[in-house]
């Protein structure tokens, strides 16, 4: 019996073990399983963020490369835009027709012929023009050692020798048809503005010179660059055609502006003060008041033309206060009357940027002889027509550049900055 609750006893305590094995098993797996849960969650988290921050990668280097090609493509069409932009404002030179006429021709054929020393493959035309240009510039330039005298004096040799078409661009019936030519002007001795500017250019280019023609459709003439690197403009057929010599000889763009209407977005700037002649010649005058006494001088002395350079720089007041000490100089000329020294004579005046942005001031002195826009024109004709007008309006005109005398042409503006522009005039030929 004893025996008996043993057994009993040691199957309790077996099932008690078991009980507590199963148990402390059971806790165990809970645990196993908790752990094992955190792990796999924080396991996915990382997985996810890096597939997140992959992802952003991605897109940035997608986003990148598509930018850049974007970028790429965009700098392609502007550079090609730019490309048709400087075609389409390439500035038109020779074959341009001026007063839908008169064609700006090249003559580079003559230049590099000389430059070269080698004139064998000009044309019989050619070689025709080549050898008046060469006679005329060699004979000319000869003893000039200088660029700017070399200029001057091809200037001067057209400004004596070639007279001005009928005062226009208009060939009347007659003319040579090749007015507008280097040929035709140096055979002929007459040219419209056309054939001033391209014999001017052919002259410089001569002379290893670079030379644009400046137009616009009704008007042409030079602008060249000397050997101070800067660029000049010069309009023989409006000092030919108005008998002032050296107005328009190496001026600015600022007093060329001033008189034409014209694009020069394609052109070099013309700012050179250096060679300008009114800067190369002008006389130094402590003030305005000085101006009568060499304006007397220069009459006596038949001078067409003088400049004055301003000791100090004048003011916009001393510039109009000069202007009206030109009207008044005018005023005492029409007092005076008929002396000879006068001669029907009256003043204008024009203002130029010299060196040191010093300001100058050029006088002309006009009288019926020496204006220049009929140039054929007899003085028996001329007297002719002063009698059958003043005949009919009991007036004493004087017909020439001269019926209009007693007033002095507009003066200009100057900048704040000094920069100095010549005045207006209304009755300028063109051509």
Same mark, same amino acid.
């Given at each position: 019996?004893?025996?008996?609750?043993?057994?009993?006893?040691? *199957?309790?305590?077996?099932?008690?073990?078991?009980?507590?094995?199963?148990?402390?098993?059971?806790?165990?797996?809970?645990?196993?399983?908790?752990?094992?849960?955190?792990?796999?969650?924080?396991?996915?988290?990382?997985?996810?963020?890096?597939?997140?921050?992959?992802?952003?990668?991605?897109?940035?280097?997608?986003?990148?490369?598509?930018?850049?090609?974007?970028?790429?493509?965009?700098?392609?069409?502007?550079?090609?835009?730019?490309?048709?932009?400087?075609?389409?404002?390439?500035?038109?030179?020779?074959?341009?027709? *001026?007063?839908?006429?008169?064609?700006?021709?090249?003559?580079? !054929?003559?230049?590099?012929?000389?430059?070269?020393?080698? !004139?064998?493959?000009?044309?019989?035309?050619? #070689?025709? /023009? +080549?050898?008046?240009? *060469?006679?005329?510039?060699?004979?000319?330039?000869?003893?000039?050692?200088?660029?700017?005298? #070399?200029?001057?004096?091809? +200037?001067?040799?057209?400004?004596?020798?070639?007279?001005?078409?009928?005062?226009?661009?208009?060939?009347?019936?007659?003319?040579? !048809?090749?007015? +507008?030519?280097?040929?035709? =002007?140096?055979?002929?001795?007459?040219?419209?503005?056309?054939?001033?500017?391209?014999?001017?250019?052919?002259?410089?280019?001569?002379?290893?010179?670079?030379?644009?023609?400046?137009?616009?459709?009704?008007?042409?003439?030079?602008?060249? #660059?000397?050997?101070?690197?800067?660029?000049?403009?010069?309009d023989i057929y409006t000092d030919v055609s108005s008998s002032?010599?050296?107005?328009?000889?190496?001026?600015?763009?600022?007093?060329?502006?001033?008189?034409?209407?014209?694009d020069a977005s394609s052109l070099p700037a013309a700012d050179?003060?250096?060679?300008?002649?009114?800067?190369?010649?002008? =006389?130094e005058i402590a003030d305005m008041y000085d101006i009568p006494?060499?304006?007397?001088?220069?009459?006596?002395?038949?001078?067409?033309?003088?400049?004055?350079?301003?000791?100090? #720089?004048?003011?916009? =007041?001393?510039?109009?206060?000069?202007?009206?000490?030109?009207?008044?100089?005018?005023?005492?000329?029409?007092?005076?009357?008929?002396?000879?020294?006068?001669?029907?004579?009256?003043?204008?005046?024009?203002?130029?940027?010299?060196?040191?942005?010093?300001?100058?001031?050029?006088?002309?002195?006009?009288?019926?002889?020496?204006?220049?826009?009929?140039?054929?024109?007899?003085?028996?004709?001329?007297?002719?027509?002063?009698?059958?007008?003043?005949?009919?309006?009991?007036?004493?005109?004087?017909?020439?550049?001269?019926?209009?005398?007693?007033?002095?042409?507009?003066?200009?503006?100057?900048?704040?900055?000094?920069? !100095? /522009?010549?005045?207006?005039?209304?009755?300028?030929?063109?051509?």
């Open positions: 019996m004893a025996k008996n609750k043993e057994n009993e006893s040691k *199957v309790k305590e077996e099932e008690v073990k078991s009980v507590e094995i199963a148990a402390k098993t059971e806790s165990k797996d809970k645990s196993i399983k908790v752990k094992t849960g955190v792990s796999v969650a924080a396991t996915f988290a990382v997985i996810l963020s890096a597939c997140c921050l992959v992802g952003i990668a991605y897109l940035i280097i997608t986003t990148g490369n598509q930018n850049a090609s974007t970028n790429k493509f965009i700098k392609g069409q502007i550079d090609r835009q730019l490309k048709e932009d400087e075609k389409t404002s390439e500035y038109i030179e020779d074959g341009f027709l *001026v007063g839908e006429e008169y064609e700006i021709k090249s003559t580079k !054929a003559i230049s590099d012929a000389y430059l070269s020393g080698d !004139a064998s493959g000009l044309s019989e035309q050619d #070689k025709k /023009l +080549y050898d008046m240009a *060469v006679e005329i510039l060699e004979r000319e330039t000869k003893g000039l050692t200088d660029t700017y005298s #070399k200029e001057k004096a091809i +200037y001067e040799w057209i400004y004596d020798n070639i007279k001005t078409s009928g005062g226009s661009t208009v060939v009347l019936a007659g003319d040579d !048809a090749n007015t +507008y030519t280097p040929l035709g =002007v140096l055979t002929g001795k007459k040219a419209v503005c056309v054939g001033y500017a391209t014999t001017f250019r052919m002259f410089m280019q001569m002379l290893g010179l670079e030379v644009h023609i400046v137009h616009n459709d009704y008007h042409s003439w030079d602008m060249v #660059k000397l050997d101070d690197g800067k660029w000049y403009q010069t002032h010599e050296y107005v328009y000889f190496n001026v600015n763009d600022t007093f060329m502006k001033e008189q034409n209407d014209y050179g003060t250096k060679y300008c002649y009114a800067n190369q010649e002008a =006389v006494k060499a304006v007397k001088k220069m009459i006596k002395n038949k001078e067409s033309i003088n400049f004055f350079r301003f000791k100090t #720089k004048p003011s916009e =007041v001393i510039i109009s206060a000069t202007e009206m000490m030109v009207g008044g100089l005018n005023s005492a000329f029409s007092e005076l009357g008929n002396e000879d020294f006068l001669n029907g004579a009256y003043l204008s005046s024009n203002w130029y940027k010299g060196e040191n942005d010093s300001i100058i001031v050029g006088i002309a002195y006009i009288t019926a002889e020496n204006g220049g826009e009929y140039p054929d024109v007899d003085k028996e004709t001329k007297k002719k027509i002063e009698d059958s007008i003043n005949s009919t309006f009991k007036t004493s005109v004087i017909v020439g550049d001269g019926e209009y005398g007693g007033e002095s042409a507009n003066a200009g503006d100057v900048s704040d900055e000094g920069e !100095a /522009l010549e005045e207006g005039s209304e009755n300028k030929p063109k051509g």
